[in-house]
């Protein structure tokens, strides 16, 4: 089955300051890779994602970018904010899986 | 329109003693899904459904069972509470397999 790794853990970055986390999958067939985004005592909400026809996807502040041939795939915040403090999680999917693959989480706190 | 909605929000159990999770939807949504998540360990899938009256096994599907008699709804049983199963339970729906949309979370502890 698919093994997705997330690195790193926790991440500290100073207000105004980019992020950057990094995801790796095992599976060559997966083609479809969410991030979401949780804050403290919140349910998981997608903020983007991308599919295996694309190599970047971009919405505001935000961006991930893929890389098949290595099997990885990272989320890019610019100018990062307080409210961006959270628990990021990237997934992986493949076509007729149904199922996502979670990696363990990167805690984002952002020092204003 | 709620979206997905999770009952109980709160609920502790003793080892042995049986519940029910109940997780709605309101989208129209095909799949849904039963995650459990444990500090550190991310989000695991436990059973999902592709559709009315289907139910699969996921990641983690032992000691759970599941039911998806309306497309509305999707049940999750503990038949016999253990002190491993004490987590937080997040329930998902979607239209195709992706983009699935958390409901609020369901957290149970076994004492």
């Known amino acids: 089955g698919e093994n997705v790794e997330q690195h790193p853990s926790t991440l500290s970055v100073q207000e105004g300051d980019s992020a950057v986390i990094k995801c790796t999958y095992s599976?060559?067939?997966?083609?479809?890779f969410p991030w979401y985004k949780q804050e403290l005592g919140k349910r998981p909400q997608l903020i983007i994602d991308?599919?295996?026809?694309?190599g970047e996807k971009k919405d505001q502040r935000i961006a991930v970018t893929l890389n098949k041939t290595a099997k990885h795939f990272s989320l890019h915040i610019t100018e990062t904010q307080p409210e961006d403090s959270a628990v990021y999680f990237c997934?992986?999917?493949?076509?007729?899986?149904?199922?996502?693959?979670f990696g363990k989480g990167t805690k984002l706190s952002v020092i204003p | 329109n709620a979206g997905v909605t999770q009952t109980p929000k709160f609920r502790v159990l003793k080892t042995g003693q049986s519940m029910t999770l109940l997780c709605a939807q309101d989208?129209?949504?095909?799949?849904m899904y039963w995650y459990r998540q444990d500090p550190g360990m991310g989000l695991r899938l436990i059973h999902y459904?592709?559709?009315?009256?289907?139910?699969a096994k996921g990641e983690v599907p032992d000691g759970y069972n599941v039911s998806r008699l309306k497309k509305q709804n999707f049940l999750l049983g503990l038949e016999s509470a253990a002190p491993s199963q004490t987590s937080v339970y997040f329930c998902?729906?979607?239209?195709?397999?992706?983009?699935?949309?958390f409901g609020p979370g369901t957290r149970l502890t076994v004492t």
């Open positions: 998902a729906s979607s239209v195709f397999w992706y983009e699935q949309y």
């Open positions: 599976d060559s067939a997966s083609n479809y």
């Open positions: 991308i599919r295996s026809n694309v």
């Open positions: 997934a992986a999917a493949g076509a007729g899986s149904y199922q996502l693959t």
């Open positions: 989208m129209n949504h095909e799949y």
């Open positions: 459904s592709v559709g009315e009256g289907t139910t």
